[in-house]
């Protein structure tokens, strides 16, 4: 549930409430906007309701809530959170561009991709250093290597890095380099990485699972939030359904539902959802058109070569073209870019 307390109420009256909850063994989330501060109780619903909370100080009303999820629930935080990730805001009023090879193949691949993701605009750079393959014997990623080239990419770019953490063991590792942590489509449900990724102080970006429903991806999130951890940006990247004629089928809708509900960003994934290089700028441009505060694209210099994923992958310039059609196109839509 949520004790709303009333505008003006002191810091004290908000930690005589906390510390009622823990009395209880009840847990409390503080959520201060700039209108409201909630403060979300989680624990056992008995032993929290017997606290009259109306009856305390600064106190204004109490809201169960709902839903299933909580902590990520519009309600608990009316505010969008706005999650930083070195310069770049994802959930403001900018439409933030993430851009990269799928996999980190080489020191001229990946240096050669980030110059080009960041003349283009992009202010984030993708790259996989361990990647989860449906094949046992397809490329699985440089590991250590591949992590130090993005440092590397980093360093000569100014670009943040996101990447892909597939083992609750090589957490520290990847902390040691990335800017954001990626649990992707395959591990949204892998609780023990939520909550390890949950208890760091690297925001989060957490992808939906091939065959899960909005509730269960928000709930994934829930789990990160839950262990402290609010920095989280979730991933729309296509689900199954019977279409094959797509890789995926990119859900759009899943993007303003998200926003109606959930008080995290959104950002859209068409290379994953698609499968096809030439479905990415036109689902680029649905996707701000959606309200989603931003896309993850796949690019390459040569596609062709590329050791994964290159299919749905943007060659440089088919980049830079789309990202031209962004800019012109997101004024108009209520975006900065
Ligand atoms: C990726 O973004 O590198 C990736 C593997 O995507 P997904 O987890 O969505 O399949
Ligand atoms: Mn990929």
Avoid at 111 to 138: D, M, N, Q, V
Avoid at 287 to 306: F, I, Q, R, S, T
Wanted: aromatic letters at 4%; a negative charge; glycine letters at 10%.
């Amino acid at each position: 549930m949520m004790i709303v307390m009333q505008d003006g109420s002191t810091d004290e009256q908000v930690a005589g409430v906390v510390e009622k909850l823990h009395e209880v063994g009840a847990e409390a989330h503080l959520s201060r906007g700039e209108f409201k501060t909630i403060i979300g109780a989680i624990g056992d619903r008995e032993r929290i309701s017997q606290i009259p909370f109306e009856a305390m100080p600064g106190v204004d009303s109490v809201i169960p809530i709902m839903r299933p999820y909580k902590l990520v629930s519009r309600e608990f935080h009316p505010e969008g959170t706005v999650v930083k990730v070195g310069p770049a805001l994802l959930g403001g009023d900018t439409f933030v561009v993430i851009a990269g090879p799928c996999a980190v193949e080489s020191e001229e691949q990946l240096i050669s991709s980030a110059k080009a993701a960041k003349a283009a605009g992009a202010s984030i750079l993708r790259g996989g250093a361990f990647k989860p393959r449906t094949s046992p014997y397809s490329f699985q990623g440089l590991g250590e290597e591949g992590l130090k080239l993005l440092a590397e990419a980093r360093r000569v770019t100014g670009l943040p890095v996101v990447t892909e953490i597939v083992d609750v063991r090589d957490v520290d590792l990847v902390c040691g380099y990335a800017d954001m942590l990626q649990v992707g489509a395959r591990n949204m449900q892998n609780f023990l990485l939520l909550q390890e990724v949950g208890m760091q102080e690297k925001p989060v970006m957490l992808k939906r699972g091939l065959s899960n429903t909005v509730e269960e991806l928000l709930m994934a999130a829930e789990y990160v939030v839950r262990g402290g951890n609010t920095q989280v940006v979730l991933c729309e990247r296509g689900i199954r359904t019977f279409e094959t004629a797509t890789r995926n089928t990119l859900d759009l809708s899943s993007v303003p539902l998200v926003k109606h509900v959930s008080h995290l960003p959104i950002i859209v994934d068409p290379s994953h959802a698609t499968g096809k290089h030439e479905l990415i700028a036109p689902l680029c441009k649905g996707a701000l058109a959606v309200g989603a505060d931003g896309v993850m694209v796949e690019m390459h210099p040569d596609p062709k070569a590329a050791l994964c994923d290159g299919p749905q992958s943007l060659s440089f310039e088919e980049f830079s073209r789309m990202m031209e059609e962004l800019r012109t196109i997101a004024p108009p839509l209520g975006k900065k870019m």
